[in-house]
């Protein structure tokens, strides 16, 4: 293959390689020992040190290099592992690059023609792999050339599909194409002689929407911060506007929220990202929706088949997905007929004999003595070949699983709980009998030790007992567990909702927690025996909330529930600290809890918080959010009337956040809240989208007529606290306070009691046509807006952090800040092996709290800073290279906190004093940019910073020892560190004197002052003044040597020592160049006074500097420049 030309010093050395064939400028070479007969002790050496390497180092044993004629320096072209290969680029050089090489005079420019072949081929390889996988590839590869041609992105910014298309200017259509690549949406129109180009990062996109107009009949409306763009007249516009969708969602996920939402794993490799991949990623969502599967379940075949269903008597038509670990089915129309079987329950899966009647039968035999019969399955075989596969691969994990959990159990006695006992040191009997409470996993729910008594106890239980008998049938008809037919009937008896002696099993299986719990035997116990004990920011958090969560139930009013609570909300935060513990768990896990025993609420948990309610319990619920951001949407859609009279809707949607976080456990009385946590298992979030919609469109009269949030929140809130259900027959606790409400302001009457099960079978009659797939569809869209609402609120942050520090206007800070996300994002596109994402992730991970947010979401590298350095320096460099090496001073002062980071506080302030502040701070700025730690020997070698004994943000630590006086003794003398830091802390808001500058600094000093001045129109006559203000520095630096041994002269000069000892100067420059005796120095103040005495560098250091035109420069130059830089250093890598 051919390779990115890479530098060979040698060409021989060692012997390792022998010349197989060769001419003026290429040489074949063969690795010493591959293809020769084994005795040879060299190619024995140098076959067994390729053995030795690492398999990611082994050299493959051909390849090519070029060579200049009378140079040692070859240059590595092509190589590989066969030796016809390689003979076909050696045949290709010679035909087609050897002749023209003779063309050149000068040998070096030949070697550059050669090397820019080469690259060039391995681009129109790439772009061939590209095209390979696509459906027209040599289209594809047309297009390709076109993108790169017209936008000038790096190669690596990877095309993902194009569309032909209108882009409206005004009235004006321009026809041409889109192209969506993994970073980017681009256009680029040509028309009567008019070229129409631009470039929109998807980082910037806010809102996409489709929009209808006169001019056109439907469009692609693309907002950014700035402007929006509406596109048109596309072939198939769905097709279009979802890619667009996914597109934006993917790159906002991977880009914007450095937590990290859940993305699949092929999708965080963006170069693997082709149209059929996005294609293949939608439907798996919404697999995975429709299912309510685990997240990592990965989906395999999709086939289109009919199900024998027995309550039916006929076949159902519908779809069969296949994952990792189950079967799926679903009927044509969504929701009719639903079918989950897990692969672990799977006994068999076998072919039938086809006939007219049974066309390609298959039948899928389950543990419970039942099979499962599927007819029309194209490419039948294949199908059942992977299943088998699969299944076989996952009864073997389980066999091996079990013969590990049966060695364990044989060396412990068995026992009915699971208890385990922590040293409790002196504890009386009561502690030790605490403690065993604390860790016993209970083995029943708690329903069935603290009931809750009501009125009308015995017409509950006739109720009850009716409910029972009917689920008995439906299970005799529909089957039981968790591969029942899911149908419309379920669907009913479920809005009735679920007797309680059921309901933790139904729970389990509609879920399907019950496979995740048969499938982790044990995994509980153990978590429960590691996490328990453990003290983090989670476990306080969750003791602060215990008894907070049903106060009313009697479960939680005694220890036994609290303990429960405390294991199955400290087991989670231990299993997941990505979510630790978020409010509202509490009230999730009590009710899961009360009607589930202790390990299957682990998991019904576990099925909520990672699988049903994907993103809402992270550090920032943005699942929360994206879904109030969908029901504002469907209200808009679904109730027009009320959108209408309401025309601010987050008012309602930020009432109705605490229904999908608490699924209504919050705002409804107990028994009708666990009647919405029965539907929200059997639908998911759909149940708690058409009940939110149910609620309003009850009180959409009142919401209308209501006059503030206040009054809005209140007919809700009474609304809600009437929805009684059959368990709970007693009236409303204070109906006469709800009427007062209601009617008081408005002539509309309150609406009277309702009960819970209308109510959700109204929501079913009227809003049940909402389908999984929409609700995908209208998430992936609505993410974008949400993300980007959070990256407006951190830049708000971060301005508000820094504006009271800096003198530069708020709009030219709005700017920078946009420059310094954009540089950090275009690392992230183009991949130049930048630091800054791998610790910012790092920070996450380890939970940095000794930043800010804002700190912690952007910072820059040095090459980073660098590129920022040149766009934004206000000083012409005369000099490149000089201009670089000040670059990376700058970046050494700046980053006070040697992470080789900086953030944009620290950037801001650089900023601040080039362009805002007097000359003396300018000035003293260049002083320190040429002295320790800026100013290093090596000038890549920052001298690390001392870190303090003890710091003010840490807590005092005590230890604990048995002498008691020892123990007071240590604490004040932490106390009196702890009152020194203080003092220090102090100390560094004052001024201290700057170190003394050496010879060889003032020397770099002087160069920096030189190669500012380059193209300056006052450049003879500063020229002319450094030099005078040069040589009076010097004289003045010889006067303090020549009389150094003055008393007064060894007073400054240990003042000096002592600021720079202070300032945490380099031991190495106390020996030789830290104001040693016989050591020419000179001070700030002498150097600043000198510059003084010259009105020419006055006028140019106050010279004032339009920043604003700077940053529009910045902006035009900052992609095309960093593009190129970073297509350079991609190609000499």
């Not at 689920?471 to 679920?498: C, N, P, S, Y």
């Not at 500063?1022 to 520095?1033: C, E, G, H, Y």
Request: proline letters at 4%.
């Amino acid at each position: 293959m051919w390779l990115n030309p890479e530098e060979v010093l040698l060409k021989n050395a060692l012997k390792l390689w022998v010349t197989v064939r060769s001419n003026d400028f290429f040489l074949l070479q063969r690795r010493r020992g591959h293809g020769e007969p084994t005795g040879r002790i060299t190619g024995l050496l140098v076959g067994a040190l390729d053995t030795v390497l690492d398999s990611n180092a082994r050299v493959t044993p051909f390849r090519i290099l070029l060579q200049v004629p009378g140079s040692q320096i070859s240059w590595v072209i092509a190589s590989g592992a066969a030796i016809e290969e390689v003979n076909k680029h050696w045949d290709w050089l010679v035909h087609n690059l050897l002749r023209s090489l003779s063309v050149f005079e000068n040998k070096e420019d030949a070697a550059s023609f050669v090397k820019g072949k080469v690259k060039g081929l391995i681009a129109e390889e790439v772009r061939g792999r590209q095209a390979a996988q696509e459906e027209e590839p040599e289209k594809f590869r047309e297009v390709l050339l076109k993108f790169e041609l017209h936008f000038g992105l790096p190669s690596s910014e990877k095309l993902v599909t194009y569309y032909s298309c209108c882009c409206w200017k005004g009235r004006v259509p321009r026809q041409g194409f889109l192209y969506l690549s993994i970073n980017h949406m681009a256009f680029y129109s040509f028309l009567l002689g008019k070229e129409v180009k631009f470039v929109i990062p998807w980082a910037e996109v806010t809102r996409l929407e489709r929009v209808s107009t006169g001019l056109m009949t439907e469009a692609i409306r693309v907002n950014t911060r700035q402007r929006q763009r509406e596109f048109s007249m596309f072939l198939n516009l769905d097709e279009a506007f979802g890619v667009i969708g996914q597109l934006a969602d993917i790159a906002l996920r991977r880009l914007l929220d450095s937590e990290g939402l859940e993305l699949d794993r092929v999708l965080q490799q963006p170069t693997r990202i082709t149209k059929r991949i996005l294609e293949e990623q939608a439907l798996r969502e919404y697999v995975l929706a429709l299912f309510r599967l685990p997240r990592s379940e990965r989906l395999h075949e999709v086939a289109s088949c009919s199900v024998w269903t027995p309550h039916g008597r006929c076949h159902t038509a519908g779809t069969l997905y296949t994952t990792d670990s189950y079967l799926c089915f679903s009927s044509r129309e969504e929701g009719n007929c639903i079918l989950l079987i897990p692969l672990s329950e799977v006994l068999s899966i076998e072919k039938v004999e086809s006939t007219s009647l049974l066309p390609n039968p298959i039948i899928v035999s389950v543990r419970t003595k039942k099979a499962f019969q599927l007819i029309e399955l194209p490419d039948r075989d294949e199908l059942v070949e992977n299943l088998n596969s699969r299944l076989r691969s996952l009864q073997w994990k389980q066999s091996m699983f079990r013969s590990k959990k049966d060695g364990r159990r044989s060396m412990s006695a068995p026992t009915p709980y699971y208890t385990f006992y922590y040293d409790t040191g002196h504890s009386d009997e009561e502690e030790i009998e605490e403690q065993v409470l604390r860790n016993t996993v209970n083995s029943e729910a708690l329903m069935t030790a603290f009931h809750q008594n009501q009125p009308g106890t015995n017409d509950n239980n006739s109720k009850e007992q009716v409910k029972e008998r009917l689920w008995e049938d439906h299970f005799l008809e529909f089957g039981r567990g968790v591969h029942m037919f899911r149908t419309d009937k379920i669907q009913r008896l479920v809005a009735m909702g679920i007797p309680e002696s059921l309901r933790g099993e139904l729970w389990m299986t509609l879920s399907d927690a019950s496979s995740e719990l048969e499938s982790h035997q044990g995994y509980y116990t153990s978590m429960v025996q590691k996490s328990m004990g453990l003290s983090s920011l989670a476990t306080e958090e969750i003791e602060r909330d215990l008894h907070r969560s049903l106060p009313d139930h009697p479960a939680f009013q005694n220890p036994t529930g609290i303990a429960a609570l405390r294991r199955v909300l400290t087991t989670y935060a231990h299993r997941n600290p990505k979510i630790g513990y978020c409010q509202s768990m509490n009230i999730l896990a009590s009710v899961l809890l009360l009607y589930a025993k202790e390990e299957e609420a682990f998991w019904l948990l576990v099925a909520v918080c990672e699988r049903m309610l994907p993103d809402y319990f992270n550090r920032r619920v943005i699942g929360a959010q994206v879904d109030q951001s969908v029901f504002e949407e469907l209200i808009r859609e679904r109730l027009p009337e009320l959108a209408e009279h309401v025309p601010d809707l987050s008012t309602l949607s930020s009432v109705s956040l605490s229904w999908f976080l608490t699924l209504f456990l919050s705002v409804l009385p107990f028994h009708s809240a666990v009647c919405v946590v029965d539907c929200f298992f059997f639908h998911g979030i759909k149940a708690i989208f058409q009940l939110g919609l149910a609620a309003l469109e009850a009180n959409a009269a009142q919401l209308s007529a209501s006059t503030d949030d206040g009054q809005a929140l209140m007919i809700l809130t009474s609304f809600l606290d009437q929805v009684g259900s059959e368990e709970s027959s007693c009236p409303p606790s204070s109906p006469s306070a709800a009427e007062e409400t209601s009617s008081s302001d408005t002539d509309i009457p309150a609406l009277g009691p309702t009960n819970i099960t209308d109510l959700i079978s109204e929501s079913y009659e009227k809003f049940g046509d909402l389908t999984v797939r929409q609700i995908e569809r209208l998430r992936c869209r609505h993410r974008i807006q949400v993300l980007q609402a959070h990256e407006d609120t951190t830049k708000e942050n971060a301005l508000r952090i820094v504006t009271p520090d800096v003198s530069i206007p708020p709009e030219n800070l709005a700017d920078v800040y946009d420059l310094f996300k954009t540089e950090h994002f275009i690392s992230l596109y183009w991949g130049d092996s930048s630091s800054a994402a791998a610790a910012e992730a790092a920070a996450w991970r380890y939970a940095d709290s000794g930043r800010s947010y804002m700190e912690r979401q952007y910072r820059l590298d040095r090459p980073q800073f660098k590129s920022l350095y040149g766009l934004l320096a206000p000083w012409p460099g005369g000099s490149n290279q000089h201009s670089d090496t000040l670059a990376n001073r700058t970046f050494t002062l700046l980053d006070q906190d040697c992470d080789n980071l900086v953030t944009f506080k620290e950037f801001a302030g650089w900023l601040d004093t080039l362009y805002c502040e007097e000359l003396n701070e300018k000035i003293r700025l260049l002083y320190r940019l040429h002295i320790p730690p800026a100013l290093t020997e090596s000038e890549d070698d920052p001298s690390l910073m001392k870190s303090p004994v003890l710091s003010t943000n840490r807590p005092l630590y005590v230890n604990l020892p048995s002498d008691v006086e020892g123990e007071v003794t240590d604490y004040q003398e932490q106390l009196k560190q702890m009152l020194q830091d203080l003092v220090k802390e102090r100390e560094k808001d004052v001024e201290k004197p700057l170190p003394l500058m050496n010879q060889r600094e003032f020397i770099q000093f002087c160069k920096t002052l030189y190669s500012m001045f380059h193209g300056d129109p006052e450049e003879n006559d500063l020229f002319q003044a450094i030099a005078t203000v040069t040589s009076l520095v010097l004289q003045i630096g010889e006067a303090g040597h020549r009389g150094h041994s003055s008393g007064s002269e060894v007073t400054s000069q240990e003042e000096g020592r002592g600021a720079a000892e202070d300032a945490g100067v380099d031991a190495s420059r106390g020996n030789g160049s830290l104001a040693a005796e016989n050591e020419w120095t000179v001070s700030y103040a002498q150097i600043l006074a000198s510059l003084l005495t010259e009105q020419a560098l006055v006028n140019f250091f106050e010279k004032p500097v339009d920043l604003s035109a700077k940053i529009a420069e910045a902006k035009e130059k900052q992609y095309h420049q960093r593009a190129g830089l970073l297509t350079l250093q991609q190609g000499t890598s």
